[in-house]
């Protein structure tokens, strides 16, 4: 099926460890996102790819890492994982609209990561 | 540095009557303007947005309204149902990759 989507749902590590988010899109948009969702304070980008193989910081970009080799996934790697990393995680995707103006972002169903 | 805010983190309604649901931004430079819908244990779902060169957009029961001297944004669903109860996002951009959420209202309809 076209859309977005997200592995694991659910996944629960423990501090210093490496955990991996995967993210899978089939609209071959070009942008791609990742964000975490914290109580209070929405949803927060972390890092952003515009294309395969150009990534760039967003808005809390400290202990994670992404890469974008395909078009269609965008994998977000927690090196070492603390408990302030505990929330849920969305990708989403957008294409451009004339011009590279905004378009919508979609999203997929979230990855829930508790760091004990 | 919250720069769109929703300061109302919950709204009860009737079923069948409006539900306003406001959001508030800082920032003068965001251009396009959006509201996601988001049920539980699913990610946020795009409803309606609204450009800064436009006051007002409708999409069947849902319209924006976007009033830029006073920075405020507002969503109306007339009438209101039971299924629109979920968590509502609004969101501001001015680039297509700074886009920028608020903390969400919570929407319950009553039947």
């Known amino acids: 099926d076209a859309g977005i989507t997200q592995s694991p749902r659910y996944k629960i590590t423990e501090t210093g460890r490496q955990v991996t988010l995967m993210c899978h899109q089939t609209?071959?948009?070009?942008?791609m996102f990742w964000y975490r969702q914290d109580l209070g304070h929405g949803l927060r980008l972390i890092y952003y790819?515009?294309?395969?193989?150009?990534?760039d910081k967003g808005e809390v970009p400290d202990g994670y890492v992404v890469s974008r080799s395909k078009t269609e996934n965008f994998p977000l790697t927690l090196e070492s994982a603390t408990r302030s990393q505990t929330s849920v995680y969305f990708c989403?995707?957008?294409?451009?609209?004339?011009?590279?103006?905004?378009?919508?972002?979609?999203f997929g169903d979230g990855t829930r990561l508790s760091i004990l | 540095d919250q720069q769109v805010k929703q300061n109302s983190p919950s709204l009860s309604v009737q079923e069948g009557r409006i539900s306003i649901l406001n959001c508030d931004y800082t920032?003068?430079?965001?251009?396009?303007f959006l509201w996601y819908k988001k049920y539980p244990a699913e990610g946020p779902t795009f409803l309606i947005s609204?450009?800064?060169?436009?006051d007002k957009n409708e999409d069947g029961r849902f319209t924006v309204f976007l009033n830029k001297s006073a920075k405020h944004l507002s969503l109306h669903i007339v009438p209101s149902q039971p299924g629109d109860s979920a968590v509502y996002f609004c969101?501001?951009?001015?680039?297509?990759?700074?886009?920028?959420f608020g903390a969400g209202t919570r929407l319950t309809v009553k039947p």
């Open positions: 609204i450009s800064s060169i436009k």
């Open positions: 609209w071959s948009h070009s942008y």
């Open positions: 989403a995707s957008s294409g451009t609209g004339p011009n590279y103006s905004n378009q919508p972002q979609h």
């Open positions: 790819s515009a294309a395969a193989d150009i990534t």
């Open positions: 969101a501001a951009s001015q680039a297509i990759n700074d886009m920028r």
């Open positions: 920032n003068s430079m965001f251009d396009y």
